[in-house]
C-alpha cells in the first residue's frame, strides 16, 4: 500500500471474524458479524464488520431503546474500549432506565473486523462508517461516541446525518492541526523514516506504547483484551496506516478532509459532551480548546489524574449515561453525589459556557442589585486619600488617585497589545499593588483574571494554570520561571524590568511598565476603554485549595462577585473609610471593591504561620485599620508571638473593631486569645468556601451561647437518663450538674461539631438529611438536629466549576424555580436556634456497622484530654462496615508514628463513646497548604488503612 512518498508492507485480506472467549468485561453475546458492501467500489466489493450490540439484550428485556450510541475507536484500540458502556446501558435499561442500544464498532482493518489488503485514508473511513449504518438500516436517535482516531471519524459521520444526529460525545480527539504547529511528539517520533513500519506493525511498539499510557496502569488481563487482535504484524496493518494517514503536510491526502470535518461541526447544534482526559501527552488541552471554540455550546469535564486511555482511567460511562438522561433524553436525574471514578477516587464536571445571558448596560447593574467591581474607583479617582499600602519591602501608600490611573492605563495597554473580553489572564503577582492595578484592569475590560494562589504548591499550580489554559501570565519573576520551566501556557508579560537575554530566555513579551507607557498613550490619544462588562459576563476563575482533591477551578460572573462584596459590606459594616487587614489574599483584592483602605500584612503567603504579631500590629498602624481577616493558621503564630508586641503595637491593635477568622474550624479558645489582643474588637468566625466566600457568621459571644446551649441540653438528657426532675437552677450552672454524670453517661454525646452561626444577611442554609449509606437524599430542610450536607443559596454563590460538568452538576441541588442552591460538600445539622454545626465533610463520613459517624465531634471529645494536642477520627475499610480510628497529635510531640499508649487509647475511647478500633499517634498531622490548618482525612484514612495492614510505620 502506497502512503505519500512512504510505503508500509503489503497488507493482507482476511475476514471479520468473533473474538475470542474470556476477554476481560466482554460479554459474548455482544459481537456480530456484518458484510457490508463498499460504496463507490466496482463490483460490489464487501467486506466483514465485527461490532459489539447490545440491540439484543434491550430486546430480551423487552424494552424500547430511545435511541443508538454509535462508538467509534481509535489507533490501536478495537471495539472492546467501549465494553463498560455497553454493561452499563444495559445494567440501565433492566433497571427502569432510558434504554440505550449501544453500538461499537470495529473499524475495517481493525480489531476483529476484516482485513481488506489496501491502504484507507480518512474519507474513505468516513465513507465506511456511512456504509455501515445504511446496511444496519440506522434510524431515530444516533449519539455519537468517539476517541482518537474515532473521534474524526464519528464526527465525519456526524457532519454527514444531521436528519439522524441526536448528540454528540467526544473522548480525547483533535479535529484540527494548525499548520505551524508540531505534532505530538510520540506520533513525530512514529512517523520517522525508518520508524512507521517496523514501530507500529512489523512489532508492537505502538500498541505497547498506548496501552502504556493508561492511568493506573492496566492488569495484564485487560491488555491481553487489547492485544487480541493484533497478535501478528500480518493483522497489524491497519495500525501503521492510521499513523500514515495523520495529515502532517498540507498536501497529506486526508487534509482536505480533515478540514472539511473541523469546519463542519461549527455547524453540529445538538447537544455535544466532551470528556477529558488532561494527561495525555497526545491530545493537549489545545486541541480540547479547539473542539470547544467551535462548538461552544458544549458540555466539558476534565478528569484530572486521566490521560489518553480516558475510557480505562475513569467512569465515563457513568458520565455518559447522565448527560443522556439530561440531555438527550431530556429526564434529569437528582445526583445524590458526584459520581464515582477511577482516578484518585473521584470524578471531578463543567458547565460551559456560563449558563447566564450576556447583556451589559447600567441597567443590568441596577437590576441586579449591585454595582461593578471598579465602581469606586471611578468614584473617588479624583481623592487622594489612602487606597492600599504595600508593605514590602518598605510601607508605601497608594491614593485613590493613583490606583485608579494606574488601573486605567494598565487596562488601555492590555487591550493595545491584544487582551480582548473574555481572554483570560493568570496573574502570578505576589499580594501587591501591582496585583491589585491588574487585577482590576483586567476585570474591567472584560478579561477573565485565573487566581490560583502559590499555596497549592508548584505541582498544584501546573494543574491549576495548565487546566485554566490562560491567554495570557502576568507575573513577577518566580511565576514566570516556573511558567517557561513547566511549560505553562499563555503569552508572558512582566511586573518588573529583565535584561533582554533573561525576557527572552523566559519569553517575556511585555513588561508593566511598557503596559502602562502604551495605556497611557492610548488614553491620550482618546482610544478609551472598551464597554463595561455586564454582570453576567465571566469575571474570574478562582481555585480552590485542593484540600479534599485536586483544586477546582470556580468561576465568577461580574455580578457574582460584585455581591461578595456587597455581603461583606452589608455583614461586617466595611465600606468607604474602613481599613481592611487581610491576612488571605483574596480579602485584600476586594478591598477597592468595598471602598476600603487595605493591606496585607509582611508575610509569606504561601505559609500563613509565618505572620506574626508584630507584622499584625505595623499593618494595623500603617491604615488605621478597623477591620483584620486572619487565617486560622495565621492566627496560631500570631498568639505565640504576641510577647514581641511592643506599647505601641497594642495601642494599634487596640483601635480594632472588627476581627475575622476563616478558612477552617476554629475553637474558642483560639478565637478568645486572638481577642484579647484586639481588645475593643468583636471577634467574628464566617462560614464559607471558594464557591461562597461568606455563608455564615458567629461571634466570640454567640460560640460560648451555642457551647452553653449544648452543655445545658446534654445535662437536661442525663437527668432525665437518671428518671430525676430537672433542678430548676439547672440553666444556670448545667456544666456542674453535667460533669456528676459524664461518667455513667459517655455514651449520651450529641452528635457534636463546630457551630458557625446563622446564615448571612443574603444568604439560606438548609440541609439534606444522609442516609445509612452516608448519601444525602434527604429533602432540603431547616429540621432541627438533623445531620445531613449544608446546602446554601445566595447571590454570591458562584457560577459553576470551569470544565467540571460532572462536579456542577453534582453540586447544584433543585428548589423553587429561578432558584441556585450549591452543595457544599460539608456535613452539618442546625439547631434549634438556627445556628449551623459543620460536622466535617462529606467524603470523610464514617460509614460503619452500626450507623453513620461524622468526624468532628469525636475529634473535639478527644481534643479535652490533657495529652492530646490535635485528633483526626477517620474510617478505614469499606463502607457500611468502616472501623473508627483515632489519630493523634500529642503534647509533648510524638517523635515517630505509634499505637497509642493503653492508657491514652482508653482514655480516648471513653471519651468517643463508639467502638473505637485503634488509636494511633503521630508526629504531625497533614494539612492543606493554602491555610495550613484542615487536616487531610482522606490521607490519614490511606495511611492508617495501610498500617493496620501491617504497613511500614512511616509519618503520614
Request: net charge neutral; charged share 15%; glycine share 10%.
Amino acid at each position: 500500500m502506497r502512503v505519500g512518498p512512504r510505503r508500509l508492507p503489503v497488507a493482507i485480506s482476511d475476514p471479520a471474524a468473533l473474538p475470542p472467549l474470556g476477554l476481560p468485561g466482554l460479554n459474548p453475546v455482544w459481537s456480530r458479524l456484518i458484510e457490508v458492501t463498499e460504496s463507490g467500489s466496482a463490483g460490489g466489493v464487501t467486506h466483514g464488520w465485527h461490532l459489539l450490540d447490545n440491540g439484543p439484550e434491550l430486546d430480551a428485556l423487552g424494552v424500547i431503546p430511545v435511541g443508538t450510541i454509535l462508538c467509534v475507536h481509535g489507533n490501536p484500540t478495537w471495539s472492546y474500549l467501549w465494553r463498560t458502556l455497553l454493561a452499563s446501558a444495559t445494567e440501565a435499561a433492566a433497571s427502569g432506565a432510558p434504554a440505550w442500544r449501544v453500538i461499537a464498532v470495529d473499524q475495517l482493518d481493525m480489531g476483529f473486523s476484516a482485513r481488506t489488503g489496501r491502504f484507507r485514508p480518512l474519507a474513505r473511513r468516513v465513507q465506511d462508517l456511512a456504509d455501515l449504518t445504511d446496511a444496519l438500516e440506522l434510524a431515530g436517535s444516533v449519539i455519537t461516541l468517539g476517541h482518537d482516531w474515532g473521534g474524526v471519524v464519528s464526527l465525519g459521520w456526524a457532519v454527514d446525518h444531521p436528519e439522524l444526529l441526536a448528540g454528540v460525545m467526544l473522548l480525547n480527539t483533535a479535529v484540527h492541526q494548525p499548520a505551524g504547529d508540531p505534532i505530538p511528539a510520540p506520533l513525530r517520533l512514529a512517523l520517522g523514516r525508518g520508524i512507521l513500519g517496523p514501530a507500529t506493525i512489523a512489532t508492537p511498539a505502538f500498541l505497547a506504547t498506548t496501552l502504556a499510557l493508561a492511568h493506573p496502569p492496566l492488569s495484564a488481563a485487560v491488555k491481553r483484551g487489547y492485544r487480541a487482535p493484533y497478535r501478528t504484524s500480518a493483522r497489524r496493518g491497519g495500525i501503521g496506516g492510521f499513523v500514515a494517514d495523520i495529515p502532517v503536510a498540507l498536501a497529506h491526502e486526508s487534509r482536505a478532509e480533515l478540514d472539511r470535518i473541523a469546519e463542519g461541526v461549527r455547524s453540529v447544534t445538538v447537544p455535544t459532551l466532551l470528556l477529558w482526559g488532561p494527561r495525555d501527552p497526545i491530545f493537549s488541552d489545545r486541541y480540547l480548546d479547539d473542539l470547544v471554540e467551535r462548538m461552544p455550546h458544549a458540555r466539558v469535564h476534565r478528569f484530572e489524574g486521566a490521560g489518553h486511555m480516558l475510557a480505562e482511567d475513569a467512569d465515563y460511562a457513568a458520565a455518559a449515561l447522565l448527560w443522556l438522561g439530561d440531555a438527550v433524553v431530556g429526564v434529569p436525574l437528582e445526583s445524590s453525589g458526584p459520581v464515582s471514578g477511577a482516578v484518585s477516587g473521584s470524578v471531578s464536571v463543567s458547565v460551559e459556557p456560563s449558563e447566564t445571558a450576556v447583556s451589559g448596560n447600567l441597567a443590568a447593574w441596577a437590576a441586579a442589585g449591585t454595582h461593578p467591581l471598579w465602581h469606586y474607583l471611578d468614584e473617588l479617582q479624583a481623592s487622594d486619600d489612602t487606597a492600599l499600602v504595600d508593605m514590602q519591602p518598605a510601607p508605601r501608600a497608594v491614593s485613590w488617585r493613583l490606583l485608579s490611573l494606574r488601573v486605567r492605563q494598565i487596562a488601555a495597554g492590555l487591550v493595545h497589545i491584544g487582551v480582548k473580553p473574555g481572554d483570560r489572564v493568570s496573574l502570578l503577582v505576589p499580594p501587591s499593588a501591582d496585583l491589585t492595578a491588574v487585577l482590576y484592569a483586567c476585570v474591567r475590560i472584560g478579561a477573565i483574571v485565573v487566581v490560583a494562589d502559590a499555596g497549592l504548591g508548584l505541582a498544584g499550580l501546573t494543574r491549576a494554570v495548565r487546566g485554566a489554559r490562560p491567554d495570557f501570565i502576568i507575573g513577577a519573576a518566580p511565576g514566570l520561571l516556573a511558567a517557561r520551566a513547566l511549560g505553562w501556557p499563555g503569552r508572558k508579560i512582566s511586573v518588573a524590568g529583565f535584561p533582554a537575554p533573561m525576557a527572552r530566555l523566559i519569553g517575556v513579551e511585555h513588561t508593566l511598565a511598557e503596559l502602562i507607557s502604551l495605556g497611557q498613550a492610548r488614553l491620550i490619544a482618546g482610544d478609551g476603554l472598551p464597554p463595561e462588562p455586564a454582570p453576567s459576563d465571566a469575571a474570574a476563575v478562582l481555585f480552590t485549595s485542593g484540600s479534599t482533591g485536586p483544586a477546582k477551578g470556580v468561576v465568577y460572573t461580574h455580578g457574582q462577585l460584585s455581591a461578595v462584596s456587597r455581603a461583606l459590606s452589608l455583614q461586617y459594616g466595611v465600606g468607604v473609610g474602613t481599613g481592611l487587614v487581610a491576612g488571605f489574599a483574596p480579602f485584600a483584592l476586594l478591598g477597592p471593591a468595598l471602598g476600603a483602605r487595605s493591606v496585607t500584612p509582611d508575610m509569606d503567603v504561601t505559609a500563613p504561620k509565618t505572620l506574626t504579631a508584630s507584622a499584625v500590629a505595623s499593618a494595623v498602624a500603617a491604615i488605621d485599620a478597623t477591620v483584620v481577616f486572619l487565617s486560622p493558621a495565621a492566627l496560631v503564630n500570631v498568639i505565640a508571638t504576641a510577647d514581641a508586641l511592643t506599647p505601641a503595637d497594642h495601642a494599634a491593635l487596640a483601635g480594632v473593631q472588627r476581627f475575622l477568622s476563616a478558612g477552617a474550624p476554629i475553637s474558642e479558645s483560639l478565637l478568645a486569645q486572638a481577642a484579647a489582643l484586639m481588645p475593643e474588637a468583636t471577634a467574628h468566625t464566617p462560614y464559607g468556601m471558594t464557591e461562597g466566600l461568606l455563608m455564615a457568621d458567629i461571634t466570640l459571644e454567640g460560640i460560648r451561647a451555642a457551647a452553653a446551649s449544648v452543655a445545658q441540653s446534654k445535662a437536661v438528657q442525663a437527668v432525665a437518663h437518671d428518671g430525676e426532675s430537672v433542678p430548676a437552677n439547672l440553666t444556670a450552672n448545667p456544666a456542674a450538674h453535667l460533669t456528676a454524670h459524664s461518667t455513667a453517661h459517655s455514651t449520651a454525646h450529641p452528635a457534636g461539631g463546630v457551630c458557625v452561626g446563622g446564615s448571612t444577611a443574603t444568604t439560606r442554609i438548609r440541609i439534606s438529611a444522609l442516609d445509612a449509606s452516608g448519601a444525602s437524599v434527604g429533602d432540603l430542610s431547616e429540621e432541627p438536629d438533623v445531620t445531613g450536607e449544608i446546602v446554601v443559596s445566595a447571590p454570591h454563590v458562584k457560577d459553576h466549576y470551569d470544565r467540571l460538568w460532572l462536579t456542577e452538576r453534582g453540586s447544584r441541588r433543585g428548589g423553587v424555580s429561578g432558584e441556585r442552591w450549591h452543595r457544599t460538600g460539608d456535613v452539618g445539622h442546625l439547631d434549634s436556634a438556627g445556628r449551623l454545626w459543620v460536622e466535617g465533610r462529606m467524603p470523610h463520613v464514617i460509614v460503619a456497622a452500626d450507623g453513620v459517624v461524622t468526624p468532628v465531634g469525636p475529634e473535639q471529645r478527644i481534643e479535652t484530654l490533657p495529652d492530646v494536642s490535635r485528633a483526626a477520627f477517620v474510617g478505614v475499610g469499606p463502607l457500611g462496615t468502616q472501623q473508627q480510628v483515632a489519630v493523634l497529635e500529642t503534647v509533648p510531640p510524638a517523635r515517630r508514628a505509634h499505637r497509642a499508649p493503653e492508657a491514652l487509647a482508653a482514655a480516648v475511647r471513653s471519651m468517643v463513646g463508639t467502638p473505637v478500633a485503634a488509636v494511633l499517634v503521630v508526629p504531625s498531622l497533614p494539612t492543606d497548604i493554602r491555610h495550613n490548618s484542615k487536616i487531610d482525612r482522606s490521607r490519614l484514612s490511606r495511611w492508617a488503612t495501610g498500617i493496620l495492614s501491617g504497613g511500614r510505620w512511616v509519618k503520614p
